[in-house]
Protein backbone atom coordinates (compact mmCIF):
# COMPACT_ATOMS: atom_id res chain seq x y z
CA UNK A 1 0.00 0.00 0.00
CA UNK A 2 1.19 3.38 -0.81
CA UNK A 3 0.90 6.38 1.24
CA UNK A 4 2.44 9.96 2.16
CA UNK A 5 3.97 9.94 5.81
CA UNK A 6 5.29 12.62 7.47
CA UNK A 7 8.34 12.62 10.55
CA UNK A 8 10.46 14.50 12.84
CA UNK A 9 14.03 14.21 12.33
CA UNK A 10 16.89 15.34 13.24
CA UNK A 11 19.28 16.38 10.80
CA UNK A 12 23.16 17.04 10.33
CA UNK A 13 24.42 19.52 7.96
CA UNK A 14 28.02 19.77 7.03
CA UNK A 15 30.33 22.66 7.06
CA UNK A 16 30.60 22.25 3.15
CA UNK A 17 26.32 22.43 2.97
CA UNK A 18 26.06 25.62 5.27
CA UNK A 19 26.49 28.08 2.82
CA UNK A 20 23.61 27.09 0.70
CA UNK A 21 19.87 27.61 1.40
CA UNK A 22 18.70 25.51 4.46
CA UNK A 23 16.15 24.14 3.16
CA UNK A 24 17.79 23.00 0.36
CA UNK A 25 20.01 21.69 2.02
CA UNK A 26 18.11 19.69 4.33
CA UNK A 27 16.19 18.05 1.70
CA UNK A 28 19.48 16.98 -0.17
CA UNK A 29 20.80 15.08 2.92
CA UNK A 30 17.61 13.23 3.91
CA UNK A 31 16.82 12.44 -0.03
CA UNK A 32 20.73 10.67 -0.09
CA UNK A 33 20.22 9.08 3.46
CA UNK A 34 16.53 8.02 3.11
CA UNK A 35 15.60 7.02 0.04
CA UNK A 36 15.59 2.86 -0.97
CA UNK A 37 15.90 2.32 2.99
CA UNK A 38 13.36 -0.32 3.85
CA UNK A 39 11.89 0.19 7.66
CA UNK A 40 9.41 -2.10 9.99
CA UNK A 41 7.18 0.74 10.66
CA UNK A 42 7.28 2.97 7.73
CA UNK A 43 7.81 0.35 4.79
CA UNK A 44 9.76 1.17 1.86
CA UNK A 45 10.75 4.80 1.63
CA UNK A 46 10.59 5.52 -2.56
CA UNK A 47 10.98 9.05 -2.05
CA UNK A 48 11.47 12.60 0.55
CA UNK A 49 8.94 14.84 -1.41
CA UNK A 50 9.62 17.35 1.50
CA UNK A 51 11.58 19.03 4.36
CA UNK A 52 9.84 21.69 6.25
CA UNK A 53 9.36 23.42 9.85
CA UNK A 54 12.45 23.41 10.19
CA UNK A 55 13.85 24.47 13.84
CA UNK A 56 17.18 26.43 15.31
CA UNK A 57 20.28 24.69 14.20
CA UNK A 58 22.58 23.37 17.30
CA UNK A 59 26.44 23.12 16.99
CA UNK A 60 28.06 20.36 19.16
CA UNK A 61 31.36 21.32 20.65
CA UNK A 62 34.15 19.53 18.42
CA UNK A 63 32.02 18.80 15.41
CA UNK A 64 31.97 21.53 12.61
CA UNK A 65 28.43 20.72 11.51
CA UNK A 66 24.47 21.93 12.36
CA UNK A 67 22.12 20.01 13.42
CA UNK A 68 18.34 20.80 12.78
CA UNK A 69 14.89 19.39 13.60
CA UNK A 70 12.80 19.17 10.41
CA UNK A 71 9.05 17.70 9.66
CA UNK A 72 10.30 14.97 6.87
CA UNK A 73 7.49 14.02 4.23
CA UNK A 74 8.26 10.67 2.13
CA UNK A 75 5.99 8.83 -0.25
CA UNK A 76 6.63 4.95 0.97
CA UNK A 77 5.20 1.63 0.04
CA UNK A 78 4.47 -0.82 2.40
CA UNK A 79 3.04 -4.43 2.26
CA UNK A 80 0.83 -5.68 3.97
CA UNK A 81 -0.91 -9.76 4.69
CA UNK A 82 -3.17 -10.69 2.47
CA UNK A 83 -2.96 -7.68 0.26
CA UNK A 84 -4.11 -8.35 -3.40
CA UNK A 85 -1.65 -6.79 -5.57
CA UNK A 86 -0.51 -6.73 -9.34
CA UNK A 87 2.25 -7.07 -11.53
CA UNK A 88 4.81 -8.08 -13.86
CA UNK A 89 6.88 -11.64 -13.85
CA UNK A 90 10.21 -10.45 -13.64
CA UNK A 91 12.50 -14.06 -13.65
CA UNK A 92 11.43 -16.90 -13.66
CA UNK A 93 13.52 -19.65 -12.29
CA UNK A 94 13.11 -23.75 -10.97
CA UNK A 95 11.97 -22.89 -7.32
CA UNK A 96 9.44 -19.84 -8.56
CA UNK A 97 8.91 -16.97 -9.99
CA UNK A 98 9.66 -13.27 -8.97
CA UNK A 99 6.74 -10.54 -9.66
CA UNK A 100 7.49 -6.54 -9.53
CA UNK A 101 4.63 -5.50 -7.28
CA UNK A 102 5.73 -1.97 -6.53
CA UNK A 103 9.75 -0.65 -6.51
CA UNK A 104 10.20 -4.00 -4.92
CA UNK A 105 10.10 -7.97 -6.05
CA UNK A 106 7.93 -10.62 -4.52
CA UNK A 107 8.70 -14.59 -4.88
CA UNK A 108 5.71 -17.10 -5.96
CA UNK A 109 6.95 -20.65 -4.90
CA UNK A 110 6.70 -22.88 -7.86
CA UNK A 111 3.84 -24.87 -5.20
CA UNK A 112 1.42 -21.16 -4.93
CA UNK A 113 1.27 -20.64 -8.59
CA UNK A 114 -1.85 -22.70 -9.30
CA UNK A 115 -4.08 -25.42 -8.71
CA UNK A 116 -1.94 -28.36 -11.25
CA UNK A 117 0.59 -30.16 -11.47
CA UNK A 118 3.68 -27.73 -12.99
CA UNK A 119 6.34 -28.60 -15.32
CA UNK A 120 10.02 -25.84 -15.32
CA UNK A 121 10.41 -25.44 -18.75
CA UNK A 122 13.97 -23.61 -19.00
CA UNK A 123 14.38 -22.83 -22.39
CA UNK A 124 10.87 -20.86 -22.21
CA UNK A 125 11.47 -20.04 -19.03
CA UNK A 126 8.23 -20.80 -17.42
CA UNK A 127 5.89 -23.21 -16.32
CA UNK A 128 3.12 -25.00 -17.63
CA UNK A 129 0.37 -26.85 -16.02
CA UNK A 130 -0.07 -30.74 -16.99
CA UNK A 131 -3.76 -30.67 -16.44
CA UNK A 132 -5.09 -27.70 -17.95
CA UNK A 133 -2.32 -26.23 -20.06
CA UNK A 134 -1.62 -23.06 -18.07
CA UNK A 135 1.52 -21.16 -19.21
CA UNK A 136 3.28 -19.02 -16.85
CA UNK A 137 6.05 -16.76 -18.54
CA UNK A 138 8.51 -13.22 -18.34
CA UNK A 139 6.56 -10.43 -18.88
CA UNK A 140 2.99 -11.84 -17.48
CA UNK A 141 0.98 -9.83 -15.68
CA UNK A 142 -0.61 -11.19 -12.89
CA UNK A 143 -2.87 -11.05 -10.01
CA UNK A 144 -1.35 -12.06 -6.81
CA UNK A 145 -1.89 -12.16 -2.29
CA UNK A 146 0.72 -10.86 -0.07
CA UNK A 147 1.40 -14.33 2.47
CA UNK A 148 4.42 -13.08 3.97
CA UNK A 149 6.61 -10.02 4.94
CA UNK A 150 10.28 -9.81 5.91
CA UNK A 151 11.88 -6.42 5.80
CA UNK A 152 15.45 -6.09 6.49
CA UNK A 153 17.01 -2.74 6.03
CA UNK A 154 17.02 -2.58 2.19
CA UNK A 155 15.39 -3.61 -0.62
CA UNK A 156 18.16 -6.70 -1.30
CA UNK A 157 17.63 -8.17 2.18
CA UNK A 158 13.76 -7.94 2.49
CA UNK A 159 11.57 -10.53 1.02
CA UNK A 160 7.95 -10.75 0.53
CA UNK A 161 6.17 -14.24 -0.57
CA UNK A 162 3.02 -14.31 -2.82
CA UNK A 163 0.51 -16.85 -3.58
CA UNK A 164 -2.00 -17.20 -6.93
CA UNK A 165 -3.56 -20.33 -5.85
CA UNK A 166 -6.87 -18.77 -5.43
CA UNK A 167 -9.74 -18.20 -7.15
CA UNK A 168 -9.71 -15.23 -10.01
CA UNK A 169 -5.80 -15.18 -8.83
CA UNK A 170 -3.20 -15.31 -11.55
CA UNK A 171 -2.43 -14.93 -15.17
CA UNK A 172 -5.63 -12.90 -16.88
CA UNK A 173 -7.96 -15.52 -18.70
CA UNK A 174 -6.20 -18.56 -16.23
CA UNK A 175 -10.10 -18.75 -14.95
CA UNK A 176 -11.62 -19.23 -18.65
CA UNK A 177 -9.49 -22.84 -18.10
CA UNK A 178 -11.56 -23.97 -15.00
CA UNK A 179 -14.85 -22.52 -16.38
CA UNK A 180 -14.65 -24.89 -19.36
CA UNK A 181 -13.73 -27.94 -17.62
CA UNK A 182 -16.12 -27.50 -15.07
CA UNK A 183 -18.77 -27.09 -17.78
CA UNK A 184 -17.28 -30.54 -19.84
CA UNK A 185 -17.69 -32.44 -17.12
CA UNK A 186 -21.42 -31.43 -16.25
CA UNK A 187 -24.36 -33.65 -17.66
CA UNK A 188 -27.85 -32.96 -17.89
CA UNK A 189 -30.35 -36.01 -17.76
CA UNK A 190 -32.36 -36.39 -20.55
CA UNK A 191 -35.92 -35.32 -20.75
CA UNK A 192 -38.78 -37.64 -19.57
CA UNK A 193 -35.91 -40.28 -18.30
CA UNK A 194 -35.55 -40.97 -14.47
CA UNK A 195 -32.82 -41.59 -12.82
CA UNK A 196 -32.16 -45.28 -13.97
CA UNK A 197 -32.25 -43.81 -18.21
CA UNK A 198 -36.20 -45.73 -18.77
CA UNK A 199 -39.13 -43.56 -19.21
CA UNK A 200 -41.15 -42.21 -16.78
CA UNK A 201 -44.68 -43.57 -16.21
CA UNK A 202 -47.39 -40.76 -16.09
Known sequence: MYS?????????????????????????IVQESYEGLVDDDVGLVISVTNAGNIGEGKVVLGDGAAYYEAD?????????????????????????????????EGLIHVSQIMDDFINYDAKMPGFIGKKTGKKLTVDDEVRARI???????????????????????????????????AGAAEKKPRKGKGAAG?????
Do not use: C, H
Not at 198 to 202: A, F, L, Y
Open 72 to 104: VEMLVYKPLMQEVVEGNISEITEFGAFVRISPI
Open 198 to 202: KKEKK
Open 147 to 181: VTISLKGNIQNSKIGLTMRQPFFGKEGWEKFGDKK
Open 4 to 28: VVKVREKIRVPPIMLGKKLKDSVLD
